[in-house]
Antibody, heavy 123, light 105 residues
Framework: QVQLVESGGGLVQPGGSLRLSCVVS????????FQWVRRAPGKGLQWIAA????????THSDSLKGRFTIARDNSENTLYLQMNSLTVEDTARYYC????????????????WGQGTLVTVSS | VITQSPATLSVSPGETATLSCRAS??????LVWYQQRPGQAPRLLIH???TRATGIPARFRGSGSGTEFTLTISGLQSEDSAVYYC?????????FGPGTTVHIK
């Protein structure tokens, strides 16, 4: 069956870095764009970044101020999120999600999600 | 900017919940609804403002256009206790609303 499994979260000190991974199985990874979304404690969902199927096009939330970078390795069916200069405000559960384009409504939807990996930034 | 109201809604089983989502500019029909139950990943409910995703029961209904959208949940069940988010995604960028928390009494 289709699975998206995130890993790489954990406790990190302010100013530190982490690289999250999302291993995808059960679908043709190289055929789809993917996204990262997070949810901080007591807050709502926040869109973080998107990457095209071939990895050549990437966008990131302006609010991250260039600290995060999305990447993918189609030979390893893996999506990545490199996070630098972490602050306590980055404490959240981070989700990867498949981006599926519905031609009937011309909408991109995040239709398959992982269970997330928890990142805690604290001294 | 996407706003949602109310922030919290408490309804009895079997009743109808009406959730609103407002965009600061015309998003056409590029409006998606997600449900996030406690401890779970988000789940796609509605896309194109009114088209139910695969497997979503008919008691979830999306409507609206332009800047004003509504998610109506009829015949509420205990499993509908969740946070509901609307989202606009366009040109490779996404914006979620702050969410509406639905409590089942």
């Amino acid at each position: 069956q289709v699975q998206l499994v995130e890993s790489g979260g954990g406790l990190v000190q302010p100013g530190g870095s982490l690289r999250l991974s999302c291993v995808v199985s059960g679908l043709s990874f190289r055929s789809y764009a993917f996204q990262w979304v997070r949810r901080a404690p007591g807050k709502g969902l926040q869109w973080i970044a998107a990457i095209s199927s071939d990895g050549n096009y990437k966008t990131h939330s302006d609010s991250l101020k260039g600290r995060f970078t999305i990447a993918r390795d189609n030979s390893e069916n893996t999506l990545y999120l490199q996070m630098n200069s972490l602050t306590v405000e980055d404490t959240a559960r981070y989700y990867c999600a498949r981006d599926f384009y519905h031609e009937t409504t011309a909408n991109d939807v995040f239709d398959i999600w992982g269970q997330g990996t928890l990142v805690t930034v604290s001294s | 900017v996407i706003t949602q109201s109310p922030a919290t809604l408490s309804v009895s089983p079997g009743e109808t919940a009406t959730l609103s989502c407002r965009a600061s500019q015309n998003v056409n029909n590029k409006l998606v609804w997600y449900q996030q139950r406690p401890g779970q990943a988000p789940r796609l409910l509605i896309h194109g403002a009114s088209t139910r995703a695969t497997g979503i029961p008919a008691r979830f209904r999306g409507s609206g256009s332009g800047t004003e959208f509504t998610l109506t949940i009829s015949g509420l069940q205990s499993e509908d206790s969740a946070v509901y988010y609307c989202q606009h995604y366009n040109n490779w960028r996404g914006t979620f609303g702050p969410g509406t928390t639905v409590h089942i009494k």
